[in-house]
């Protein structure tokens, strides 16, 4: 498919990579994202092995490792705060670090700073109220009364995808798990230098973000889906980890800050069937969003925009390229979002207690698979 136009419906971290992926094989790429700011959700994220050997294949490694912190290993912490493990990580790239945790903003800035440079044009405040396939191509009709035509669209616009919902209305809706996860910046003390996870009915983790930063993330029961107002977040985490092992209740007490708390229900979707419609098709959390219980949700997404522009460079038609590139992904990212569900699951009461060590083991291997 050389030289074939595409669009891509979100600037998210799904949209960025696969518009810097398209843009090395050569296609024609633009960009919409219906944030007019392009502000960026959550405070940090983990980047494990396989995203940094992605990235890597992306040609930008060395600009995520410059900003954010490296670590070769996870450690899993009883919930009395002892210490059951140390997990080295697989290192996917040689000479290069294992994970990485990266603050949400710099992250978005490496991506679109190198989408843009890759040649992408953007355009915020924009969605596509219309796709109309003609089998031959796609006409979009954007929100700001301007069309174009495509060879290709790329969904790549969330949980909440209104291109999934325009290309099946039937698709199951994101189902809310019964969690909700609780996020807060702390400076970063000196014996945090990889991902600490605590075990227990809350999933407890510090992760470090830069030489001064890390985070702490907390998955909570919330079987009423209660929604939180801004001034009570702070308050409401610090009531969340009353209990919590002493490392934690420390961190606690510095929990001060509404507008430092970041908190989302915790929801997930898997769509068991086709992936794309035509000329249509749809990546990452449009199609398999996760809970944050492994750390892979956004990897998923980086991997799907890797396969599917290899696909496309290889294909001779749409058909062919996103079948390939569904027979490819589903499996893996199934197992994903499954197996973050058991151990969410676990935590309510609602499924046996899933030992982290061994889940978080068992996902690194099969995460070092090729993609």
């Given at each position: ?5 595409i ?12 518009a ?8 024609a ?24 050997r ?59 700073k ?19 396939d ?9 929100s ?20 999934r ?8 809706a ?9 996020r ?118 980086i ?6 522009a ?62």
């Amino acid at each position: 498919m050389e030289n074939a136009t595409i669009l891509i419906v979100g600037g998210g971290i799904g949209g960025l990579t696969a518009a810097i992926a398209l843009r090395k094989r050569g296609f024609a790429v633009d960009l919409v994202e219906r944030d007019p700011t392009w502000s960026v959700y959550g405070v940090g994220i983990i980047q494990q092995a396989n995203v940094l050997r992605a990235v890597d294949a992306l040609g930008i490694l060395q600009d995520y490792i410059g900003a954010g912190f490296p670590f070769d290993s996870v450690d899993i912490y009883l919930p009395n705060g002892r210490h059951a493990a140390t997990i080295p990580s697989h290192k996917l790239v040689d000479g290069q670090p294992a994970n990485l945790g990266i603050g949400r903003r710099a992250l978005h800035d490496v991506l679109g700073k190198r989408a843009i440079e890759a040649g992408t044009t953007i355009r915020l405040g924009v969605t596509p109220e219309r796709l109309d396939d003609d089998g031959a191509g796609v006409t979009a009709y954007f929100s700001d009364g301007t069309n174009a035509r495509y060879d290709l669209v790329i969904g790549a616009d969330g949980v909440y995808s209104q291109t999934r919902a325009a290309l099946f209305p039937d698709a199951p809706a994101p189902l809310f798990t019964g969690q909700g996860v609780w996020r807060y910046n702390f400076p970063r003390p000196a014996e945090v230098t990889s991902l600490h996870a605590f075990q227990g009915p809350l999933g407890i983790g510090l992760v470090p973000l830069s030489d001064d930063l890390m985070y702490m993330f907390v998955t909570t029961p919330e079987p009423d889906n209660r929604r939180y107002e801004r001034t009570e977040l702070a308050s409401a985490m610090r009531d969340k980890l009353s209990g919590a092992p002493p490392e934690i209740a420390a961190l606690a007490a510095e929990i001060t800050d509404d507008d430092g708390v970041v908190y989302r229900p915790l929801e997930w979707l898997l769509v068991e069937g086709p992936w794309h419609k035509g000329r249509v098709v749809l990546l990452g959390d449009a199609v398999h969003a996760t809970t944050p219980h492994l750390g892979q949700g956004a990897g998923m997404a980086i991997e799907d925009s890797l396969v599917l522009a290899e696909e496309l460079s290889r294909a001779a038609d749409p058909e062919t390229a996103f079948a390939a590139y569904r027979a490819r992904r589903f499996d893996r990212c199934a197992y994903i979002v499954r197996a973050s569900i058991a151990i969410c699951d676990g935590q309510l009461g609602r499924g046996p207690m899933v030992d982290q060590a061994a889940a978080t083991f068992e996902m690194f291997q099969l995460t070092a698979q090729p993609i």
